[in-house]
């Protein structure tokens, strides 16, 4: 989700504050703070279980047979002891398996790479743009300074209806997009997992703009030939975000249903939704979204961790639907002539960065080591409580939390802010930035176009955890943690980028200097950390 160019100059190098996103280190709420450790509390009282369920288990091991024969024969004489141990194991087991979530496992995913008849380059954009006759010489001028800023390549793709000339978007051509977007994504995966469609219990399809009757989820049903009894979702106008909130969902539901394989299909829709007006607000939508999808399966079955890449640890939904401000930064409407397009108000940036900002306060204590919660709280206190006001907030080190990053490929401020607020890296920011770079803003399927990225770059190691934080409409800003099960060959992988991935810029000797001196530097002060504790104890 870009941020709308200034209508006067869009070239313009310094954007106005409003257009920034806010500086992380001012005004951080603490009642943000309370919900992370309020949903590692509520989510993790099965945690506090388990080492009682293991000591137990370990002192029984090690009785001797004539210790449970005197045990044995003590309790035979004393019923109350024999009720109130019976009634505290079953309490506890009870507790244990009650509270123990299912896990969740994503077994694997796969992106959709529309054929080279649909790539559509610069020159492509701005010649289709012209000869449709519906924009004025200074609309044209702007969407050509927003391309050159837009971080978008060459090698993007549009579907036919709107390259074609004149475009013919009509209701025909918006299915024949959903259907070689969807079905393409999900015969890919269907391949790589040997799943059959009749194992699929549940169902989530996320488009934000099209919304047609029957649903996108009915067509897969269709298409497929699911089972009767599948549960199926058809989620719409829920923005870039949508695909964690069909993750987030599809977990709640596998919760309920054992055994269950969940099919999570993300894409967008670019077919009815391109603007052919004048209003600059609604101009940018245009110049930013392309063609594209992504199909994730999940599952709860045990016996699919050995085969699965990634486990499912937090998911954390921040909703500032509230607020109007909020609500109406990114909104579907008509212009002064009657058409309909998304227009985003210039409250977009503070708007995604407060968003931003709440998200990652409530994710920190969920997955952030203690020292760096400690300094964080540290300084909150002095802060907030002790009225220190030179006191600026710490912000943590989220790269000692992950060791890779998915943000939603959205525009090239958004991403820019981002890494200077949380002080990330070239490498870190690399995926995002390609995916932008060769699949432009895909909406709700980004992120896996940038996870499909790391995975072709070999960087997944077994144990290493991605962050994948994605914010849209309404505002809505939610993150998913997963955690690496295996290390992924990419010579055993099917991505969109495998035929291309050693045409793009990988980690340079400079981004690995830098990687070695800050690891040294992080040695360094945990040392003289651990020498002061021990001083002080």
């Known amino acids: 989700m870009e941020n709308p ?88 087991g009870t507790a244990y398996f009650l509270t123990r979530p299912r896990p969740v496992y994503l077994v694997d995913f796969a992106c959709y790479k529309p054929g080279p008849e649909r790539r559509c380059t610069r020159d492509t954009f701005m010649r289709c743009s012209r000869l449709t006759g519906c924009f004025t010489d200074a609309s044209l001028e702007f969407q050509r300074k927003i391309l050159e800023r837009s971080g978008l390549g060459e090698d993007t793709y549009l579907p036919p209806a709107v390259t074609r000339v004149p475009p013919n978007p009509s209701m025909d051509e918006a299915r024949a997009e959903a259907r070689e977007v969807m079905f393409g994504a999900v015969d890919e995966l269907l391949a790589k997992t040997g799943v059959k469609p009749k194992d699929i219990g549940i169902l989530v399809v996320n488009c934000s703009l099209f919304n047609p009757t029957p649903s996108l989820s009915a067509m897969v049903v269709n298409h497929y030939k699911l089972r009767g009894n599948v549960v199926s979702y058809n989620l719409g106008g829920m923005g870039c975000s949508a695909g964690l909130l069909s993750v987030d969902l599809a977990k709640d539901l596998l919760q309920t249903h054992p055994g269950s394989y969940a099919l999570v299909i993300s894409t967008e829709n670019i077919t009815l939704n391109w603007y052919s007006g004048n209003d600059r607000s609604k101009l940018v939508s245009n110049c930013l979204f392309r063609m594209g999808g992504a199909a994730v399966l999940l599952s709860n079955r045990r016996s699919d961790r050995r085969r699965a890449k990634y486990e499912l640890v937090h998911t954390v939904r921040t909703h500032k639907g509230a607020d109007d401000r909020c609500f109406g930064c990114v ?114 399927s980004s992120l896996w176009y940038e996870l499909a990225y790391s995975e072709a770059k070999g960087r997944i190691r077994r144990r290493h955890r991605v962050w994948q934080i994605a914010f849209g409409s309404g505002f809505k800003c939610n993150s998913a943690v997963w955690r690496a099960l295996r290390s992924v060959n990419p010579a055993e992988e099917t991505n969109p980028w495998m035929d291309e991935i050693d045409s793009h810029t990988g980690t340079t000797t400079e981004t690995i200097a830098e990687g070695i001196c800050n690891c040294k530097t992080q040695a360094v002060v945990f040392f003289f950390f651990m020498k002061a504790f021990q001083i002080l104890t």
């Open 5 to 92: 160019a200034p209508p006067t100059n869009p070239a313009s190098a310094t954007p106005s504050p409003s257009r920034q996103l806010p500086d992380f280190q001012q005004s951080v709420r603490l009642k943000y703070v309370k919900l992370g450790y309020h949903y590692l509390i509520t989510h993790g009282m099965y945690l506090l279980l388990t080492p009682l369920m293991v000591l137990v288990a370990v002192y029984l091991s090690t009785l001797s047979p004539r210790d449970v024969a005197d045990l044995w024969a003590h309790l035979r004489l004393n019923l109350i002891s024999v009720l109130a141990c019976s009634t505290l194991l079953v309490f506890l």
């Open 331 to 444: 909104t579907q409407e008509e212009d002064g002539e009657g058409v309909v397009g998304v227009s985003l108000s210039r409250d977009l940036m503070a708007v995604a960065g407060d968003a931003l900002k709440t998200n990652i306060t409530t994710l920190g204590p969920l997955v952030l080591p203690l020292s760096e919660q400690l300094l964080f709280m540290a300084t909150l206190v002095a802060k907030k409580l002790l009225k220190m006001k030179k006191v600026k907030p710490y912000i943590p080190d989220f790269k000692l939390a992950f060791e890779h990053f998915c943000i939603h490929a959205g525009g090239r401020a958004v991403l820019d802010e981002l890494e200077s607020n949380l002080a990330l890296t070239d490498w870190h920011m690399e995926p995002s930035r390609m995916t932008l770079h060769r699949f432009g803003n895909t909406s709700s």
